[in-house]
Each structure stands twice: as C-alpha cells, then as structure tokens.
C-alpha cells in the first residue's frame, strides 16, 4: 500500500491535535511534522518529501492561499477552514479538498480517500506493483478497504449505505450522494435515489430494471433517460 508522507499546517493547537488524531487512524498516511505557520512549513517542504498538506488558511505570517501560490510543485492540498466563503478560491487552486471545521472524521475519511481514487500524486516514484483502485470506509470503529472492482451494488439505507460484494456486505453511515461523489463515473452509475450499480457487473437490464449477481434494482424515473444513454454505448 502507497504510504502518503503528510504535516499540518495550522496554528490552532487543538485543530492540529484533532487532524493529529485522524492521520494516526488512517493507515496509509504518515504525518511527517505539524506547523505552526507557512514559514515554517517551507522549511519542513525543503527537508521531506511530503506528498500531502492539511492547511489552514488564515495563518500568521503568511496566509495559506499566499502559502500554496509559493510552490512551484505543490502537493497534494486538503485546505482546513471554519470559513466556507474561501471554498470557490480554494479549488481554483485546485486543492484535492476543502474541509470546514469543526471536522468530523468521516468527512476527513473521504477527503483522503480520494488520494486512492486519483492515484499517483505527480510526483517521480520508483516503479512498484500498483495496488488496484480502492477506498476506505468507517465501520464499527475500524478502517475496511473495499476494492472498487469488488463492489456489485451500493444501497442506501436512509443514515447509512451498504456496499455489496460477491464475498460480503458491509454497512457505514455516509449517505449516497457522498459515495457517489467518491466513485470513478467510468465505472458507477446511479440508477435510482437509493442505488448506484457497478457498470462492468450488470448482468441484464431493461428501461426498468437491472439485474446483477441475481439482484433486480429499480431504475428510477429521473434516471432513466441517463441509464438508457449511458448502458447503450
């Protein structure tokens, strides 16, 4: 598993001590240091080889987006705000996130799930064998990795989704619409309000339903149209 090397930039102890928390529960991060401000990340950015910054962006000194706009090869950035009003600044940077505090861990999850789902960070690496495409999901108190080409289906369940594989089942809270942000289009499609269906594990299907592993699922009227297009190419 591709071990991404993070640190924190944030000059709020208690934030930095909570984002501390969650890195240690995720196993393929590895914090690497927590700054109190850019300065001193710039330091850090010359002497390790960090592929993932949590950053703040009002920091003494010199402010987080002034930050990001120093770096010639910026890494991956997961902006951590208690303003929303800077989100539309911070993807025009074209950070991987943008998390409003007070963070809640799964939020987090998925913010660092999409290292997994977008691969590579850019950066020269030694050539290793490629873990497939996977994603990491809450479940009674632990991290389970779920390889995308393992899911069949994906149901909610009104707080919570389950994902269905052909060897298990597995139940998070999230809601779909979450999810299926996380999911790679090219492979997932949303058929109704409750279901999104893994493409290359339809078995059959009609304008009405589709069938997979001996599951019918409803197509929803509103998708239908997207269904039809998207299972005609």
Do not use: W
Not at 72 to 87: F, M
Not at 114 to 127: D, H, Q
């Amino acid at each position: 598993m591709k071990k991404y090397n993070c640190i924190i930039v944030e000059d709020e102890p208690i934030a930095a001590e909570v984002l501390e928390d969650y890195i240690c529960q995720i196993p393929f991060l590895e914090l690497k240091g927590k700054c109190s401000d850019a300065i001193y990340a710039m330091e850090t950015l010359q002497k390790e080889n960090i592929d993932l910054i949590f950053l703040d962006i009002h920091l003494p000194k010199l402010k987080g987006f002034d930050f990001v706009k120093t770096l010639k090869n910026p890494p991956n950035i997961i902006i951590t705000s208690a303003y929303q009003e800077y989100a539309l600044a911070g993807y025009e940077l074209n950070v991987t996130d943008y998390l409003l505090k007070p963070i809640e861990f799964n939020r987090f999850l998925m913010a660092v799930n999409k290292l997994n789902r977008n691969g590579s960070t850019g950066k020269a690496e030694m050539s290793l064998p490629a873990d497939r495409d996977h994603l990491f999901f809450n479940v009674s108190k632990k991290l389970v990795k779920v390889y995308l080409d393992e899911i069949l289906y994906i149901e909610s369940l009104r707080e919570y989704i389950k994902i269905t594989t052909k060897e298990k089942n597995i139940l998070t809270k999230m809601q779909l619409g979450e999810v299926e942000d996380m999911l790679p289009s090219s492979s997932f499609l949303r058929v109704h309000r409750s279901f999104i269906v893994s493409k290359p594990k339809i078995d059959a299907f009609s304008p009405a339903k589709i069938e997979i592993n001996g599951k019918t699922i409803p197509i929803g009227r509103n998708y239908k149209d997207a269904v039809i297009a998207t299972m005609g190419k």
